[in-house]
């Protein structure tokens, strides 16, 4: 089927603004949108710039607007978007993030609030030999937040963030809240300052937009709100893992 | 072109997968240390992160195993090119590195005692090959995101110096001492010399070459490429694994594991043809077997579709597990054929075939990771190189299942160690007055006029060439037209330019570098391949079948000078256990 790709352009060396160009693709229902991006990279613009690598949904580079909403590139199959011939497809870089050129846009900030969050273990002991007893029960506690793979689909979709505050953002609050949650772990306290900031946790109002793109089907929402919480159980001195 | 910046750095790693990153919290750890990491791609994109069932280490968590048994099985699954100590080191130090993972954080599956859960994967048997054991610890099928992810995580925490979309151009070398690295940045189209005491090579695969797949898009060999260009010799170049289970078409990735967890691969009559080629086995034989199995199924008229003119296929039928098991152990599985496919495993089979999957060869190294010249000839002081991209050799002729992700993280750690420890004590090396030039005349020659299309055909007739004459089987006649065709191929990409004139954020200049270094190990991986006239692990010669021990039990390294290529052998270590035929 013919489907046109209606991709937001824009380069810095040469362009004022940013603008639309059309780019008409002949493409199966079931290939991905990175397929057809790619397609058209190598046989009809080579200057139109966007990341990718794994193209099945685990790296995390192809994360943009389509049709209005965060998905990936490569996770997107033209029949999930397009349901007729010359359907309108539109491509936009992540809202919310600076755009450096085409798709692509600056992570800088995004990878500044994750290192905030202190995103490593703080052991609560020393093992000697052999690894951390965990049960069950205490590693399903965090597993659904070990899938993020911080494409910033959430960090874009964040109303709170398009406002254009200083909100860390749900992505750097999900990393956090994977230690938080293992039993492993002892650093809720030296996370405080970044979370119970103003920028951190709090100004998070529940839209549930983040949780509704990702593309890992982590549930964002109840993430933050489950981390909200347990800084409350901290400050009144009931913290399970300390 | 913008201005040349220069950098000084005790110790420079390129690449931030497994191995890259290992290393770099080794080095890191050293204080007063200057460590930093190059990468042509932004943080935890890293192809380590879809590696999917497991690490292989003989914890004995689960039933009774140990490090002895997973050395042999190395071994063995190598077809014997495997160097018999670096494979001890390999799966000693594997026990170690699995709980150091587990230590800083990992979050691997328990068993119902609260220890790291295990599971079973082809080729990793009890008692010297008795019976499958279930020794790959794992965290879901998303063992290589969460090894990524917990490496990256703990080089932020030791304050590790990132230059992320830094894309390798050359390396510095003067005789045999490295002195650097020369870089592109992405955001600016600059070129950086890195000037420094040591530097890693950790830059992983190659699978681009091929049409079909399960590698990165970045999986360029820009590494290995860059190092021949310098004159390095490769490695076992011919040894390049297809994985079984490829989702059909698009090479995605369909793990191991799920034939570990009770998955069987089906032919068209719905027959576990498995039972006719490794009876003890079955489904869990080692891949190059089981690859060629399907082949063998697929042109004798038993893949699905009944036609080998076609592009035809298996089944890997997994509804035997159920939807309870697959949801627990096997997500991201599930989720990748309902995505592709539209299918759930619990229900119907998944149409799989052979994908392009991971180099056996690569940089030749020592147990250190020092990257070593011809034959006796010694190392090249302070180069080293590990992971996919290098050649210890613990992987021989064919690599079993898991043991990508250990050889990262033990020889990872170990070359960083090394490393660490030479940087203390070396002097900064002096850097050639023209350190740039090299790697300025590579990046301009793409300042020749493209021709719409020229690229992309290229590309694609490699792709193709690879496919059809380089892959599971191959031939002599065979084999001689690939090399020409890609002798043919790099003269005429010589004269392709890119479109793409601006400087910042040009990634179309990126492909055509990345694109002459995979036509650069096309053309050394083919002309191997038909210099070894045996079959031996993932190299099978239709006109020569049998493993011929007189002859080739040894390495191949090669060496591509003014457009003519040179072989010579290095000796493989059978110092432990004498080669034996290979049965399953």
């Not at chain 2, 140990?66 to 050395?71: I, K, T």
């Not at chain 2, 050889?407 to 002097?427: K, P, S, T």
């Amino acid at each position: 089927m013919n489907v046109v790709l209606r991709i937001k352009r824009y380069n810095p060396e040469t362009d004022s603004s940013p603008h639309f160009e059309d780019f008409k693709v002949d493409v199966q229902p079931t290939d991905r949108l990175l397929d057809a991006l790619m397609f058209v990279k190598r046989h009809l613009d080579g200057s139109l710039s966007f990341r990718k690598s794994c193209a099945h949904g685990i790296c995390g580079s192809d994360a943009m607007t389509i049709n209005g909403s965060e998905r990936l590139a490569c996770k997107t199959l033209v029949r999930d978007v397009a349901d007729e011939e010359d359907a309108v497809i539109t491509i936009e870089p992540l809202q919310a993030l600076p755009v450096q050129r085409d798709l692509m846009v600056d992570y800088t900030r995004f990878f500044e609030f994750y290192r905030v969050v202190k995103p490593y273990l703080f052991p609560a002991q020393h093992v000697d030999k052999g690894e951390h007893l965990q049960t069950l029960e205490e590693r399903k506690k965090f597993d659904d937040v070990t899938k993020c793979i911080l494409c910033a689909s959430c960090q874009s979709a964040c109303p709170v963030i398009r406002e254009g505050t200083d909100f860390i953002g749900p992505a750097a609050i999900v990393q956090a809240a994977r230690f938080v949650f293992d039993s492993r772990d002892r650093g809720i306290g030296a996370r405080l300052d970044v979370l119970d900031a103003a920028n951190g946790v709090w100004p998070c109002e529940n839209h549930l937009e983040c949780t509704r793109v990702c593309p890992r089907g982590i549930k964002v929402t109840k993430a933050i709100n489950l981390t909200k919480r347990e800084i409350k159980t901290f400050k009144e001195g009931g913290h399970q893992n300390v | 072109m913008s201005k040349t910046q220069t950098h000084e750095f005790d110790a420079v790693i390129v690449g931030a997968g497994g191995a890259g990153l290992y290393a770099a919290l080794e080095a890191s750890s050293i204080p007063g240390n200057r460590t930093a990491v190059l990468s042509k791609l932004l943080p935890i994109r890293s192809h380590t992160g879809t590696a999917q069932g497991g690490i292989g280490a003989a914890l004995g968590n689960v039933e009774e195993d140990n490090p002895e048994w997973h050395a042999f099985d190395t071994v063995k699954g190598g077809d014997y090119l495997v160097d018999q100590q670096a494979a001890r080191i390999l799966a000693d130090d594997a026990v170690q590195a699995v709980y150091d993972l587990e230590n800083r954080g990992l979050p691997f599956n328990r068993t119902l005692d609260g220890r790291i859960d295990q599971r079973r994967f082809g080729g990793h048997t009890r008692n010297f090959g008795e019976a499958p054991v279930k020794r790959a610890c794992y965290a879901a099928d998303r063992t290589g995101h969460m090894i990524l992810q917990t490496l990256y995580q703990q080089c932020i925490k030791n304050e590790v110096a990132f230059f992320d979309e830094f894309h390798i151009v050359d390396v510095l070398i003067e005789g045999h001492r490295c002195a650097g690295v020369v870089a592109l940045e992405l955001a600016t189209g600059a070129l950086h010399v890195f000037h420094t005491k040591a530097v890693m090579i950790a830059t992983g695969g190659f699978g681009r070459m091929y049409r079909t797949t399960s590698n990165a898009y970045a999986n360029t060999g820009d590494g290995p490429a860059v190092l021949a260009r310098r004159g390095v010799p490769l490695e076992d170049m011919e040894f390049f694994q297809f994985h079984p289970t490829g989702i059909r078409g698009m090479g995605i990735l369909i793990t191991e594991a799920v034939r570990g967890e009770g998955g069987i691969l089906r032919n068209r009559e719905g027959e576990r043809f498995m039972e006719r080629y490794a009876p003890t086995m079955l489904d869990l034989a080692p891949r190059d077997m089981i690859a060629r199995a399907m082949m063998t199924e697929i042109n004798t008229g038993h893949g699905i579709l009944g036609d080998p003119s076609q592009d035809d296929y298996l089944h890997l039928d997994a509804t035997a597990l159920g939807a309870d098991v697959l949801a627990k152990k096997l997500p991201d599985i599930r989720e990748f054929c309902q995505t592709y496919l539209g299918l759930d495993p619990a229900d119907k089979p998944i149409p799989v075939q052979p994908t392009a999957h991971y180099a056996m060869g690569g940089i030749p190294t020592d147990l250190d990771g020092r990257v070593t010249a011809d034959g006796e000839a010694g190392v090249y002081e302070g180069l080293y190189a590990a992971g996919e991209c290098a050649c210890v050799s613990v992987h021989g002729a064919n690599r079993l299942g898991t043991n990508s992700l250990v050889d990262l993280i033990v020889y990872g750690r170990r070359a960083g160690r090394h490393m660490a420890e030479f940087v203390r004590q070396a002097d900064l090396p002096t850097l050639p007055g023209d350190a740039a030039t090299h790697a300025e005349m590579i990046v301009k020659r793409s300042d020749k006029k493209p021709q719409p299309g020229q690229a992309a055909k290229i590309r694609t007739s490699m792709r193709d060439i690879m496919m059809d004459s380089v892959g599971v089987y191959r031939s002599g006649a065979g084999l001689s037209k690939a090399v020409e065709q890609f002798k043919a191929l790099r003269a005429e990409a010589q004269d392709v330019g890119v479109g793409d004139t601006n400087q910042a954020y040009n990634t179309d200049l990126l492909e055509f570098l990345e694109s002459q270094n995979l036509l650069d190990l096309a053309l050394v991986t083919a002309a191997s391949a038909a210099h070894r006239e045996e079959s031996r692990g993932a190299h099978s010669r239709e006109d020569f079948p049998e493993r011929l021990d007189e002859r080739f039990l040894c390495h191949t390294l090669v060496t591509v000078e003014d457009g003519s290529i040179r072989f010579a052998t290095k000796p493989v270590d059978t110092s432990i256990w004498k080669p034996k035929p290979r049965a399953y």
